[in-house]
Structures are given as structure tokens and as C-alpha cells.
């Protein structure tokens, strides 16, 4: 079975500009949660998204969106872009049953904005 | 105060030893605990999981919850230069409605050959 896919794996992108990034999840799950991950903060939270509807969110400015489509796939995008931006995006997938709570991850998206 | 706290390190052990890691946590709803092993530029990797308290043990790792005590371990035995990775623990609430995971920041082992 395939794991979490995310592409790009590398982004680099410029102060103000706008970024999209991709998540497919592993097959059968139907939840994806994005996360960002930087030296100073660690792993955080950005939102969940199951069947389409985003289910739960953290604590993250409006210029990070996201959505899902019919297919469980998911994009995350960030507009506006800041240098304090520049982190490792990582999308998890759970199961629809069971442990709903177990989160798989992917690589991740390494944004670099300058 | 963070809701999940998580030493550091660096850890350095020799090869074949045994490692114990550890994290404290202060949210009561908590009930999913998990370990994730992370290789540098790699995304984390689900090593165990345990639902409530317990114990679990897969191959040479064991987990273990105290959520009397509010605290979490993952025991390493027989380690090899392999096991060298950041070990990250994260908990999720059940039944709020909250699936979120909240992290450690993280614990850097390096197994010495």
C-alpha cells in the first residue's frame, strides 16, 4: 500500500508571493491534517480536513488555507508569503475507522521563502 | 508551559545499549499516545501507539503510559547506529472532537558503532 504522497518535495519561493502544495493520502483514508515543522517551534498543527469539510484548526493566520477534494486528496496553500514561513510542511492521513486518532506521515514539502 | 514537554537532548549511547525516552504531559484528555521516529530531511515515522495506560511492545521497542503521573516512555533495547534519529512523541484527545496531535519538541539519539 502506498504511503503519504506529497509533492514538491522543495519549493522556494520569495517574500509576497503565493504557494500551493499537495498531499495524497494513503489509499482508503479520508482525514489529511496538515503540519508545519521549524527549529524554533516544532511540530504544529495547521488544520484537518475529512470528506471535504475542515474539521478542526489551529492557531495559524488566515493566509493558511487549505482544502480537500472527492478523492481524500489535499492542498494546502499559503499566500502572502513571510521569510518566517519557510519551514517543512508535513500532511498526515488517518484511517475512516478504528484508530481515527493514528496519524501516518508524509515526507513533507520543504518551503525555503526568501 | 507546553502541554507536552520533551528533553532534547542530544543523547548519545553506545551500540547494544538501552535507551529510554521520555515525555511529560499536562492535558487530562489526552488518551492516544504515540512515538514517531524522524531521520534527518525525512518525514516522521510511526513507531507504536497506545490507546490510554499500558504497556506495548513491538520488537525491541516497549512503550509505556503512566497517566496517573501524566508521563510517557519508549525504551529502546539492543540499540543499533541505525536507531540514530530525533524520537518525537505526540498525544491526541478522544472523544472532544479534537484529533489534533500535539508534539514534543523532540529527542536527538545518536547510537555510537
Known amino acids: 500500500k502506498a504511503g503519504v504522497t506529497q509533492t514538491p518535495r522543495y519549493l522556494i519561493k520569495t517574500r509576497g508571493q503565493q504557494v500551493t502544495l499537495s498531499c495524497s493520502p494513503i489509499?482508503?483514508?479520508?482525514?489529511v491534517s496538515w503540519y508545519q515543522q521549524t527549529p524554533g517551534q516544532g511540530l504544529q498543527f495547521l488544520f484537518e480536513?475529512?470528506?471535504?469539510?475542515?474539521?478542526n484548526k489551529g492557531n495559524f493566520p488566515g493566509r493558511f488555507s487549505g482544502r480537500q477534494f472527492s478523492n481524500s486528496r489535499s492542498e494546502m496553500n499559503v499566500s502572502t508569503l513571510e521569510l518566517g514561513d519557510s519551514a517543512l510542511y508535513l500532511c498526515?492521513?488517518?484511517?475512516?475507522?478504528?484508530?481515527?486518532?493514528?496519524?501516518?506521515f508524509g515526507a513533507g514539502t520543504r518551503l525555503s521563502v526568501l | 508551559q507546553k502541554e507536552v514537554e520533551q528533553d532534547p537532548g542530544p543523547l548519545s549511547v553506545p551500540e547494544g545499549a538501552i535507551v529510554s525516552l521520555n515525555c511529560t504531559y499536562s492535558?487530562?484528555?489526552?488518551?492516544?499516545f504515540m512515538w514517531y521516529r524522524q531521520y534527518s530531511r525525512k518525514g516522521p515515522e510511526l513507531l507504536m501507539y497506545?490507546?490510554s495506560s499500558g504497556n506495548k511492545e513491538d520488537g525491541r521497542f516497549t512503550a509505556q503510559v503512566d497517566k496517573s503521573s501524566k508521563y510517557i516512555s519508549l525504551f529502546i533495547r539492543d540499540s543499533q547506529p541505525s536507531d540514530s534519529a530525533t524520537y518525537l512523541c505526540?498525544?491526541?484527545?478522544w472523544g472532544t472532537g479534537r484529533r489534533a496531535l500535539t508534539f514534543g519538541s523532540g529527542t536527538r539519539l545518536q547510537v555510537q558503532p
Open positions: 505526540a498525544m491526541s484527545e
Open positions: 498526515a492521513s488517518s484511517p475512516s475507522r478504528g484508530d481515527e486518532n493514528i496519524q501516518y
Open positions: 492535558n487530562s484528555a489526552f488518551q492516544y
Open positions: 497506545t490507546y
Open positions: 480536513y475529512f470528506s471535504e469539510t475542515q474539521r
Open positions: 489509499s482508503g483514508h479520508r482525514s
